[in-house]
Structure formats: C-alpha cells, structure tokens
C-alpha cells in the first residue's frame, strides 16, 4: 500500500473513531441531499503537493493536504457544528502520528458558510485542512 494511503487511511480511522455518537463520517462522494441529525464528516484525499527532496538514500517528504468537510444540518446546526469541529481537534491531538504512520498532523481553522437554498435556512458547513507531514523513499510507494 503507497505511503499517502496508508496515511489517508490512518487519518479516517482516528478521525471516525473521535466524533460524537450520532454523527456520521465517510471518506470521497458526493456531498448528501440530508445531513443526518448529528452532523457528517466526509474525508477527501486532497493534494500531497510537490516533495522536498532529501539524497543519499533518496527520500520524499511530503505536506500533503486532506481536508475534513464538516456539515451540520438542523435547529441545532451551530452546536453539532461546533461538536463536530471540536471532536476532530481533540482526535488529532491525541495522536498527531496516526498511530505512527506520519509525522505530524496539523489541522487549520475551518472557515464556516452557510449554505442555503432558495434562501431558507440552510446547513452550516467548513473545510478543515489538515496538513499530514510524511517522508517515502519513492513518490510512487
């Protein structure tokens, strides 16, 4: 298994294994007509981006950033939204290795939005990075 798979993977065990009861996580798809009652992550890969190259062995260190959609839907969206953000920094910080697959694990503030149609109330929404540090010795592994 590459590297960054191994990493992602890494990232939605601790991730799931921290949110409140209730709430719902996924990794890729579409994002839902409904939202259940308390809240949804959905993990995409993002971009491991351009390695810092180390010689002698050849080693690739990589910034790759995944990002954390949290949702929240409901007469109590600002709550589960702030449950849910707060369940996913608490998570990171109690293993910032992943179970010692990666370096380092450094979640970003979100930047909530309230999305909306046809101008009811709508759900509270935010991507979270995270930034995953790892090295490999091939950008391919």
Known sequence: MRKSEQVLQALAAVIEAGLPA?????????????VPAGGLVILRDGDPGEPEVLLSPPTYVYQHRAQLEVLADGSNREAVFDSLCAAIGVALAGDRTLG????????????PEELSEDGGEGMKAAVVPVVLHYATGDPLE
């Open 100 to 111: 010692g697959v990666c370096d380092w694990a450094e979640p970003e503030a979100p930047a």
């Open 22 to 34: 209730g709430a719902a996580f996924r990794r890729g798809g579409s994002l839902p007509a409904r």
